[in-house]
């Protein structure tokens, strides 16, 4: 049966957001999409009242950046924790820097209109964040210098991003990642996820869960929205920050997991495309993923065919994190719901 991961969250084709995993002591909550807070142009608006014209020159030619931000709902803490927060705004900033974009918001901004948009819709779940800046201009031509721009922040229920979590089928696919001279895959640019794109449906529509993309001179690179990790004789390795990958936060985050709680060499380099069928383990990081466990790479197994010891640690260890258990990582999470004094004592109390 094919275990299909679908990005569109948690919105359905009635365009209703769903309760998903809620705690709350109440029935089925259903939110119209169009009646939900965002937050656009320095402003909190309706979704509906967010509007983007047909002509918009991010729409037409891909002239846009965003990043993808998890907030974790801990039932015993009755907050919604929202994972490295400022590190995916400054890496915004920098993704709008290369398309010529002069962002408004500074990044504790941008921090505090999303922890508001959290309590402003009253979330009481695992969400997704959706910070998305473009050139907004509605004219015709191709430039980055010129054209205004424009942000918003989305803020929706989230579930898992795969359906399954048995482990991952996945296929190295026939679309290259896409060169750093040519579009430059350690930002985060709308237009480049076209690439992605095909990949993951080529993968999908041959019956695999996920794809894994190769650089243009036959180099592992990452998945369509993941970074990845092989482990090998007990070290783990993962592609250098020059191979045309995303420098991905949830990946910075593994490698420090992996080299100060489980105590394993991490390597940065280059991997031939060869490795993934000799693999002992494989993984996938990512915000919309976390850790998920690859078990077959070409209908080949890796190792037993099983999510293997150090996936499943990692698995547990980022859950854990997340969901505020670990007092020694309490500085990655940012709490919506508490008060601004709450925060700053959980703040001063971890630092």
Known sequence: MER?????????????????????????????????????DGDFVKYGDAKVGLLTHGLNYGTGCF???????????AEVYLFRLAEHYERLHLSAKLLLMELNDDVATMCEATTKL?????????VYI?????????????????????????????RSYFES???????????????DNSAPARAKLTGVYVSSALAKSEAVMNGFDEA??????????????????????????????????????????????????????????????????????????????????????????VGSGASGKIASALVDLYRDITLGKMAKYHHWLTPCHATKSERLRKARATA
Do not use: C
């Open 4 to 40: 299909q991961a679908s990005e569109s969250t948690a919105i359905s084709g009635v365009r209703k957001l769903d309760r998903y995993n809620s705690n709350r002591p109440i029935g089925e909550r259903r939110m119209e999409l169009g009646d939900i807070q965002v937050y656009h």
């Open 67 to 77: 990043e993808g931000i998890r907030g974790y709902w801990s039932p015993d803490h």
């Open 118 to 126: 959290v309590r402003l819709n009253d979330y009481r779940q695992d």
């Open 212 to 301: 894994i993309l190769l650089t243009a001179d036959g180099h592992v690179a990452e998945g369509s929205a993941e970074n990845i990790f092989l482990v090998r004789d007990g070290r783990v390795n993962t592609p250098p920050v020059t191979d045309a990958i995303l420098e991905g936060i949830t990946r910075k985050t593994v490698i420090e997991l992996l080299r100060e709680e489980l105590g394993l060499d991490v390597v940065e380099r280059s991997i031939d495309r060869s490795e993934l069928y000799q693999s002992d383990e494989i993984f996938f990081s990512g915000t919309a993923v976390g850790v998920s466990p690859v078990i077959e790479v070409d209908r080949r197994p």
């Open 165 to 179: 979590g048995a482990g991952l089928r996945t296929s190295v696919s026939s679309w290259r990642r896409i060169d």
């Open 130 to 158: 959706r910070p998305i800046a473009f050139k907004a201009a509605e004219e015709i031509g191709v430039r980055l210098h010129g054209v205004k721009d424009d942000f918003a922040i989305v803020a929706i229920p989230h």
